[in-house]
């Protein structure tokens, strides 16, 4: 276990169904991430919080909707997708940005979301 | 548009050799690049970050290089081994390349 603990680990959903990813850490850090990873893509940076405030929605759909109740826990609200948001979504945390203290993200394992 | 990439999606080496990866980025200067290992089904591992006025750094044995001349951060495992088999990352400050597959044969 890294310390970021997301759940479902696995999950499959129709397209007009709602659900939530849950993303949890207890490593004291302030900043929490969603980033999509779909097959032969790059990661890509989906939100982005510190100290609980969103500080960059990279372009999503609003079928994407975060919220950020604490530090430690971060949940990623799913609703009308489509089978093309099929992919991996990772949960990370970091004390502030890398570049301040050498230490990188600290990910999750992930949750495998395929939408039919 | 500023880019960050790994050309290679794959690399196969043998038993204890050393294994070198490439991260070339474009059209902008990065002040620190990360590098990640990530297994299938997992989340990445960060393993390294050097920044733009070190050279090189180590841990282990892992050897990561920083160029700004060339534009382009090379990743070292020397002594490679099956257990190393993964797939590589970098990463600048949240922007990750596609990563090189890296397959190690006994």
């Known amino acids: 276990e890294t310390g970021v603990t997301q759940t479902p680990r696995h999950l499959v959903m129709g397209m007009t169904n709602k659900k939530s990813l849950k993303c949890e850490q207890h490593?004291?850090?302030?900043?929490m991430y969603w980033y999509k990873q779909s097959a032969k893509k790059p990661l890509e940076l989906m939100f982005v919080?510190?100290?609980?405030?969103?500080?960059e929605n990279n372009s999503v759909p609003s079928r994407f909707s975060p919220e950020c109740p604490n530090s430690s826990h971060l949940f990623l609200h799913l609703h009308t997708l489509q089978p093309e948001d099929s992919a991996l979504y990772l949960c990370?945390?970091?004390?502030?940005?890398?570049?301040?203290?050498?230490?990188?993200?600290?990910f999750g394992s992930g949750t495998r979301l395929t939408v039919v | 548009s500023q880019k960050i990439e790994q050309n290679s999606e794959a690399l196969n080496i043998q038993e204890g050799k050393t294994a070198t990866l490439t991260c070339n980025y474009t059209?902008?200067?990065?002040?620190?690049l990360q590098w990640y290992r990530q297994d299938p089904g997992r989340g990445p591992v960060f393993l390294l970050l050097?920044?733009?006025?070190?050279k090189e750094k180590r841990k282990e044995r892992l050897k990561v290089t920083f160029d700004t001349t060339l534009k382009q951060s090379l990743f070292h495992i020397t002594a490679s081994q099956p257990a190393d088999s993964a797939t590589y990352l970098c990463?600048?400050?949240?922007?990750f390349g596609a990563g090189t597959r890296l397959t190690v044969k006994p």
């Open positions: 990370a945390s970091s004390q502030d940005r890398p570049g301040h203290n050498n230490y990188g993200y600290t």
């Open positions: 990463a600048d400050d949240m922007r």
């Open positions: 050097i920044r733009e006025n070190e």
């Open positions: 059209n902008y200067s990065p002040a620190y």
């Open positions: 919080y510190n100290f609980k405030e969103q500080t």
């Open positions: 490593l004291g850090h302030n900043a």
